[in-house]
């Protein structure tokens, strides 16, 4: 079991920058991939960004160049770095963990809010 808790989304005006945190805790000597994922309003959620336990990392083509993924030395917390945020990046963002045995855990979301 891994449990997830998120923190860090809220309102910022578009060009902004907004710093998100999952932090893990449980069997977390498990987790392969770290990653964030987004769902708007009347939209399918969205895989953002992922960091693989290598230190590997990918992003979603609408991210890349703005939003940086990463995670601290005990691999127990990544965080999810957003600026040049848009208006278009307003959504509740999820964090979640795919462990190498197969079993995935979501995190509870963290609104984010982009004005124009």
């Known amino acids: 079991q891994v449990q997830l808790v998120e923190s860090g989304g809220g309102l910022v005006q578009a060009g902004g920058s907004l710093r998100l945190s999952c932090a893990a805790s449980?069997?977390?000597?498990?987790?392969?991939?770290m990653d964030w994922y987004r769902q708007a309003p009347g939209k399918q959620r969205e895989l953002v960004a992922t960091i693989i336990r290598t230190g590997v990392t990918n992003y979603a083509d609408s991210v890349k160049g703005r939003f940086t993924i990463s995670r601290d030395n005990a691999q127990n917390t990544v965080f999810l770095q957003m600026n040049s945020l848009k208006p278009e990046d307003t959504a509740v963002y999820y964090c979640?963990?795919?462990?190498?045995?197969?079993?995935?855990?979501w995190g509870q979301g963290t609104q984010v809010t982009v004005s124009s």
């Open positions: 979640h963990v795919f462990q190498v045995e197969g079993s995935e855990y």
């Open positions: 449980g069997s977390i000597s498990r987790i392969w991939t």
